[in-house]
Nanobody, 126 residues
Framework: QVQLVESGGGLVQAGNSLRLSCAAS????????MGWFRQAPGNEREFVAA????????RYVDSVKGRFAISRDNAKNTVYLQMNSLKPEDTAAYYC???????????????????WGQGTQVTVSS
């Protein structure tokens, strides 16, 4: 089993930055491909970014490319999402997710991730 706990959300003004963290415990973190998703009220859960187990490969949804960066520190069992130039449309609950596969596809399908955190709220004011 894997337990994931997000932190770092909050209320910020547009143009500012936040860094989300997701701490993992349980199964070996370094074997997990990790992803960040978000969900705004009334919307489906949306893929944001993914990173391979070693951190060598990443993938982003087009709307955050150039503004967000996913990274990980396997020594600290933590994955990060650095969010810069935030926009009001980035407002959502952000979730980290994990999956154990032998390859990296950066899949955007949330059903492919069996492990989920409880989420952290990000609110961007205009």
């Amino acid at each position: 089993q894997v337990q994931l706990v997000e932190s770092g959300g909050g209320l910020v003004q547009a143009g500012n930055s936040l860094r989300l963290s997701c701490a993992a415990s349980g199964r070996a973190f370094s074997s997990l491909n990790m992803g960040w998703f978000r969900q705004a009220p009334g919307n489906e859960r949306e893929f944001v970014a993914a990173i391979s187990a070693t951190g060598s490969f990443t993938r982003y949804v087009d709307s955050v490319k150039g503004r967000f960066a996913i990274s990980r520190d396997n020594a600290k069992n933590t994955v990060y999402l650095q969010m810069n130039s935030l926009k009001p449309e980035d407002t959502a609950a952000y979730y980290c997710a994990g999956r154990t596969v032998s390859f990296f596809s950066g899949t955007s399908d949330p059903s492919k991730y069996p492990y989920w955190g409880q989420g952290t709220q990000v609110t961007v004011s205009s």
